[in-house]
């Protein structure tokens, strides 16, 4: 069960391990290392899922400790999970609790948003039962479809990213498009995240209720931070989707806080491009490095 | 495996049924008929979750085949079964098998969204491996982050639906804000999925990609069914949510197709305002009640 308000929790995690990186846990069989696959053969194993649960297992219980002072939270992406099926599913629940016995705070990026009584159910399901710390959500149904999470942002110290700004390509399509005040979609969505989390701003000023804006949209979240001062960041999109400590330098406030910064596989197979290292330190390493570059994008190196 | 383009196979499900009715799978404990939860003492389980996901089973199992001839398909809801942890995702996918062996097609109610190497592991997830016909999906990322999902349409057989305009309360505050062209948000994005949809229109002239329009908004639903004429719609909001077939009626196309209506609640819960039945047959006698309200709503008796 979660202590204390969640933005408080991640900003204090934030300072005591001078780092703004959060590691996303995206496993991939076809990107594991080597050594990993070779533990984990076909014929040991009745079905290919539970074959790659089992390197998916090995894999992330061999990262977590080695990056646990590194990062200040993990992002298990659900999808990679639920792609095993229910193997996936045990495992997706298992990674949370193990990474929070490491000291890792845990954003489940699962992007979820339904009808109210919907919601609710999966409200339970990632923050109570799979109890995360933080879940990522969708914002096309508006409050009644977010409520039962943010309900337990005021009430039982758990965090909620909503979508403002995504880093992929087509996000243009909808989240750019010109509404009749001459802003994009986007930024109604983000005046009504800062709207949500107006009733959950913790002691250090930050909200528990935060925004996702993509890393590779620069300027549009140099915008963004400027507009919500009381909403927290979590920007996707360093490393492998392009984004630069450069390019993220403005989504911090004068503080050098209010973002944390997501890469998931420029850290995990970190050993494509180290080949010299073992896999883990590779990992460690890649994720050492981002938090420097972050720390000194963000004015505080 | 599907076999066949899914929009030509839902319809072909509806002439054949005579039915428009897709049953919502949404199974809570607390609604659950009094002899289910009394075959399932928390006593026999080791977990409060083990239980309810027995409970369900066998719930779910009794149902299947009492309204496997009135209905065209069903709607697993997945936060329902996600609320029981991993226990409840096994189920989900059992259901799913369960389902179609009682030859209903399966529309898996997830409302994914993701960028798109996260959608294609979500896609995998639930039209791969849980083997669902059709998804339910969110637009917010715009096309990368659906054309894992439209690719299985096209190529196996499958089938999505993409929310355009939600049947809760809310649905207003992101939905309908007005765009600059003087429209609202929502038909931006029904354009688009005719425009997604156009790849994959099948021999009777809907294509496999279609669009979630709530039953509560008859108005705005009966201008998109203009709109849109190749956009198969699936139309939540009937029953406990407070639509009628008289709302509906309008959503269906001059031939009195077009669209499938889903009811959860209202029906696996018949029993409570039909005491004197037994729950399957209460959900049964529902469920017919609605078939013929739609068939006689869509023109067709």
């Not at 979660?2 to 934030?14: C, I, K, N, S």
């Not at 758990?158 to 880093?167: D, E, F, I, P, Q």
């Not at 009504?192 to 009733?199: F, I, M, P, Q």
Request: proline content about 4%; overall charge negative; aromatic content about 8%.
């Amino acid at each position: 069960m979660a202590d204390g308000h969640f933005g408080d929790r991640l900003l204090e995690a934030v300072e005591c391990k001078r780092s703004h990186v959060v590691v996303g846990l995206d496993p991939e069989y076809g990107s594991l290392p080597a050594e990993i696959v070779a533990a984990h053969p076909a014929d040991h194993y009745a079905t290919e899922a539970v074959m790659k649960a089992a390197a998916y297992s090995e894999f992330l219980t061999a990262l977590l400790p080695a990056i646990a002072d590194l990062a200040c939270a993990v992002k298990p992406q659900i999808a990679y999970f639920e792609a095993l099926g229910v193997f996936g599913y045990a495992l997706y629940e298992d990674v949370i609790a193990l990474a929070q016995s490491h000291g890792l705070l845990v954003i489940a990026d699962v992007k979820r948003g339904d009808i109210g009584s919907t919601a609710e159910a999966y409200a339970k399901a990632h923050l109570d039962v799979a109890g995360a710390d933080a879940v990522t959500l969708n914002p096309y149904f508006g409050t009644d479809g977010l409520e039962p999470f943010f309900k337990r942002c005021r009430d039982v110290g758990k965090g909620a990213y909503v979508l403002v700004k995504t880093s992929n390509a087509s996000s243009a399509e909808i989240q750019d498009v010109s509404l009749s005040t001459g802003e994009p979609v986007y930024a109604r969505v983000a005046d009504l995240v800062e709207e949500w989390g107006r009733t959950a701003v913790g002691a250090r000023g930050y909200s528990s209720i935060g925004a996702v804006v993509g890393g590779t949209h620069p300027e549009q979240g140099a915008l963004l931070r400027k507009r919500l001062s009381t909403v927290p960041f979590l920007i996707p999109g360093y490393g492998a989707q392009g984004a630069t400590a450069g390019d993220i330098a403005a989504l911090f406030d004068a503080n050098g806080t209010g973002a944390v910064v997501n890469s998931a596989r420029a850290i995990l197979y970190a050993y494509k491009k180290a080949p010299q290292k073992h896999w883990v330190d590779a990992a460690r390493d890649e994720a050492a490095a981002m938090r420097a570059a972050l720390w000194q994008a963000a004015g505080r190196a």
